[in-house]
């Protein structure tokens, strides 16, 4: 082989290798295991599927006949759920009308059997190194741009290739999600993973801001632009030069604002309030919001053309529901930051305290997880987070699986309770109320060790 098809191995990545010829996928195996690869093997389109919906790859390698189906549909499947999954398919018949159309569905390479296995590595060296330069990266270094993600999810960890091949560009991103899912988390991890990397990260909340105060914040003003202002002020727009201005709750903008960062957009420059000439400005721009902004369109509260400008690239973050995996590792996570700030040893949570959390609705997200775990963290007094803290947390009342004969005792308990209460102690009044004669209510005040003194005066309260 010569120097020049000489790729560096991308030492680590894991690769699915599809094919229903046992002898193959053995000898492929080892190849590919020698040159610093995670394999995994599939022998039909159903098995890859399974593996696939266990475990993230970097690469998939299929073969195009399979005995279920054809590796291309299979690719269909696989760029639906995985956009940014690079797929190589191999085949025994090929020809370049077959090759043509599959390169032109997005496949990553199409070899043709028998292939030099030197030149099979070289090319995936060459697909993981323009797919996913995450592969090529020291582990230290790659886990930094998402350090502040903690996932085991499928499906994040698909959002998170797709932000790191986006991150690349200079590509205006809309971050859709609910409240509490990590928008500005996700932002931030674009911005580290871009070349702007070194520059500003400049967050704004545009719902957060009154407007007069707003277009200030954003566009800045020149002093005497307005009463008070007494000084020259930098919006953040221009603090963001040569870096990222991250607009979260953009859905909230006003419509005067939005004509004004249209501008900013279109131009690439910015005017402060009170300026006549406008200054140039290098920036990416990633927009996130929690409202429906195809719904703003419709009803003319949002600008379409400032939505087309924003929403260049669109990323959606699930639900804290739709990552239910996550709960546990993520409740661990906090458990561990804020055991350091209260100054307490703590070991974790009780297995049906975790199952309570991975089962619980969560509709705030990861915020509400997070908060709800520092609410234990403060009040536990044992090393081990017990489970009715974390429903005390969670406001969900305990439910006491009491048999009949359990339930019966605690209602005539709470019954005499209520008779004695109601009648100050005096127990021929209360016997009269029950419908029952002294002699039997005194043995039923005995059975529960209540007396009538207690309910007189000023006695001590009795609680049911």
Not at 18 to 29: K, Y
Not at 36 to 60: E, P
Not at 247 to 252: N, T, Y
């Amino acid at each position: 082989m010569s120097a020049a098809m000489t790729v560096a191995t991308p030492a680590g990545a894991r690769l699915l290798l599809i094919d229903d010829d046992p002898e193959l996928l053995h000898r492929l195996s080892v190849s590919l295991r020698a040159s610093g690869y995670r394999v995994v093997t599939a022998t039909s389109a159903r098995h890859a599927r399974a593996r696939l919906g266990t475990r993230r790859f970097d690469l998939v390698l299929s073969d195009v006949h399979l005995p279920d189906g054809d590796g291309l549909a299979l690719f269909e499947d696989i760029h639906r759920q995985h956009p940014a999954l690079p797929v190589i398919l191999l085949t025994a018949r090929g020809s370049i009308p077959d090759a043509v159309e599959a390169t032109s569905r997005g496949v990553a390479g199409y070899l043709t059997k028998p292939f030099d296995t030197q030149a099979l590595l070289h090319h995936i060296g060459q697909t993981l190194r323009f797919t996913a330069p995450a592969a090529m990266a020291p582990p230290s270094g790659d886990a930094a741009w998402r350090a502040g993600i903690i996932s085991r999810s499928m499906r994040m960890h698909t959002l998170l290739d797709e932000a790191r091949l986006i991150a690349a560009s200079d590509a205006s991103v809309l971050i859709r999600g609910d409240s509490g899912t990590g928008k500005e988390l996700l932002a931030r991890a674009i911005h580290l993973a871009s070349p702007r990397a070194n520059a500003p990260f400049i967050a704004i909340n545009c719902g957060a801001i009154p407007e007069p105060l707003l277009e200030s914040e954003l566009f800045g003003h020149v002093r005497g632009a307005f009463t008070g202002a007494t000084s020259a002020h930098i919006g953040l727009i221009q603090a963001a030069h040569r870096g990222t201005l991250f607009l979260d709750e953009i859905g909230d903008m006003p419509p005067a604002l939005q004509v004004k960062l249209l501008r900013v957009l279109q131009e690439r420059a910015v005017r402060p309030v009170g300026a006549t000439r406008a200054t140039a400005v290098d920036l990416r721009i990633l927009s996130a919001t929690h409202h429906d902004l195809d719904a703003a369109l419709a009803a003319s509260q949002f600008r379409e053309d400032l939505y087309y400008r924003i929403n260049v690239v669109h990323l959606e973050l699930p639900t804290l529901a739709e990552r239910r995996e996550d709960i546990p590792l993520l409740a661990e996570h906090f458990l561990r930051q804020l055991a350091q700030k209260y100054g307490k040893r703590l070991s974790g949570f009780a297995p049906d305290a975790l199952e309570t959390l991975a089962s619980a609705n969560w509709p705030g997200n990861v915020r509400q997880l997070q908060n709800v775990v520092e609410q234990v963290c403060a009040l536990t007094t044992t090393a081990l987070i017990p489970r009715t803290l974390v429903e005390r947390a969670l406001r969900i009342k305990p439910v006491d699986a009491l048999g009949y004969a359990g339930a019966k005792q605690r209602f005539e308990r709470n019954y005499l309770i209520q008779l004695l209460k109601l009648t100050a102690g005096n127990v021929s009044d209360a016997a009269r109320l029950a419908e029952r004669n002294r002699t039997e209510f005194y043995r039923l005040l005995q059975r529960h060790s209540l007396t009538p003194d207690l309910f007189r005066g000023d006695g001590p309260d009795i609680e049911p």
